[in-house]
Every structure is written in C-alpha cells, then in structure tokens.
C-alpha cells in the first residue's frame, strides 16, 4: 500500500519543486495533495503528467495523511506542524523554524541519516538552509578522511532562495537596465541586476547575518560541533543554483588528490574538475540537476593541511525539495513509517 503525502506551499519555487520530484523519483505515493493559504486555493500545480488544484491548508484534515512535506515558511510551520505531527502525519519542514530544536533532527541523507529515526520526538524533520546542505554533502567524506577542523566559506546565492518575488525582481531590474528605466528595489535592499549584495537575511549584533549563523549552527548540527567555520554569503544575480567558494583545514595531511577521489565515489557528490577553461560547473549548468558538483580542489599553502574548492548544487532542489524527499524515501527504507490504513 502506497502513501498519502501533502505537499504544503505547493505554490511556490520549491512546493512546486516538490511534486515535480516525487514525481521523478516515482516515491511511492497512492495520493498527494497540493495544499497552501487561503488567498492560493484552487491553483493549479503539476504532479508528473496530472494537474493538481491547491486545497486551503487551514480546512485539511490531516487524520490519513502519512507525509507532509512543509515548504510555507517558519510562521506557517512554527503553528501547523505541531497539529499536523499530532494526527499522526511525520513533518519534514524546509523553513527554519524547528532547525535549532534539540528534539528535532536536522539531516542531510548522505551526511547524518542515522539520525533520522529521532522523529519521533516531535514527529517534525528538519531540512537545513540551502547553502548549508550543499556545503556538508561536499565536507562529510573529507570529515571522515581528515578531520575538519576549520572551514571558511564564502556564497554566491541566487535570488531563488528568496522565492518567486525576488526571481521576478531580478527579472524586472534586468529588464529596465536594457530599456534604460529606473532600477526600482523592492524585495531586496539594493538593487540586483549586475550587482552583488552581500547581505541575506538580517543583520544580528555582532555584525554577521542571520544566513551566516545558521550556516555556522546548521554545519556544526549535521557534521560535527567541534567544527569551526565563518562565512560570508552574498546574493548574486544568479536565478537558481547557489555556488561557494571553501577554504578547509584538516587536522590530518589531505592532498588535492586524494580529496578529489574520496570526492568522486561519495554520495551526492560528482566532480568536475579539469584544471582548464572551462572544466568546472558554474550554476548555469548544475540548474535542474540532483548532484552537489565540486570543482577547483586544490591545496592551501597558506596553512597546514589545507584544501580550497568550489561547490556548485542547485538550491531549489538538493538545497529544499530533493533533500526533502530524500529525507521521506529514508524514513520509509529504513521502515521507520508505515502508511496507515486508509477508509475504503
């Protein structure tokens, strides 16, 4: 018997992203939902070759559903997952809300899924931040080989991880700069098209932004707590697919070389690496694709036993919604669920 999953945000970038995957991945549904607010009820979303229309979240009966997937943000989660959790369904949530909770588990499935089965708790998984899932897939293996014990990470964020009003913007900006009207800045702070903007989310006391805590907190969660990392992330004219540039400090000699095969043969992980124009991956080409790319591995002669890379993933999938499912396949392979009866 298949399951019943509830796809909630079904209408954004990375909802939408949701049921394109399931459907991808055949996951073994019998019936998915699209849900979302109020103001969304009755668009329409895909779900392989079928057409789905959104029901309202706050009229669902949640009582024979077995998965939801929650991609509405931490308000909507902070107040539904709970209610959801309680008539049984397990939650995996793509906002930050339940991240930093100590009886939720946050996973990475190539990283830490031995620490799935901790659902229980709350019924509630958490998805990491985008820029964070990509960063552990690629520093897992190397972990494992090496010991990290210091990572300094700069990001180069596309705009949809700040959802559709933020692709749009971009869009629009771009738009006025070749027809040479005024550059008007809503969603962002300043205006992005041909521009950088190195601020995501807000600004906390000691001057880092709220994107940079939760890379150094996430990181620390999913990989290891002795970690130390810092981070910078900036916001690129870029539509989908985040990139970052790492800079790594084992406490064990590593070479280029060796990192570029423990790399090749690890989960999630594929390596485009040939030291000429042209032989990496830039978000353009890793948009639309499953696999966390690494590129440019190198040695730091800066310190010792030192690596310096670039990591490529496309953020609305293995950043959200893969990552996710991924997350819902492992609660059901490792038979940690089972779909409940549902009325004839």
Known sequence: MGF??????????????????????????DEVVALASRKSMGQEVSYGDKTLKTKALDHYDFSDVDICLMSAG?????????????????????????????DV????????????????????????????????????PLHDRAKITRVVVSTYQSVSGAGKEAMEELFSQTKSVFQLNEVAAKKFPKRIAFNVIPQIDVFQDDGFTREEWKMVVETKKILDPKIKLVATCVRVPVFVSHSEAVNIEF?????????????RSAPGCLVIDKREPGGYVTPYEAAGEDATYISRIREDATVENGLVMWIVSDNLRKGAALNAVQIAECLINRKLIAAKQKAA
């Open 4 to 29: 019943k999953v509830a796809v909630v945000g079904a209408t954004g970038n990375v909802g939408r992203e949701m049921m394109n995957i399931l459907s991808e991945r055949e996951f073994p549904a």
């Open 74 to 102: 931490g308000e909507v989660s902070k107040e539904w997952s709970p209610k959801i959790a309680a008539a049984g369904a397990v939650v995996i949530d793509n906002s930050s809300a339940w991240r930093y909770d100590a």
């Open 105 to 140: 588990p946050l996973i990475v499935p190539e990283v830490n899924a031995d620490a799935v089965a901790g659902f229980r708790k709350k019924g509630i998984i958490a998805n990491p931040n985008c820029s964070t899932a990509q960063l552990v897939v690629a520093l897992k």
């Open 251 to 263: 406490e064990n000699p590593i070479t280029a070389d060796e990192a570029r095969d423990i790399l």
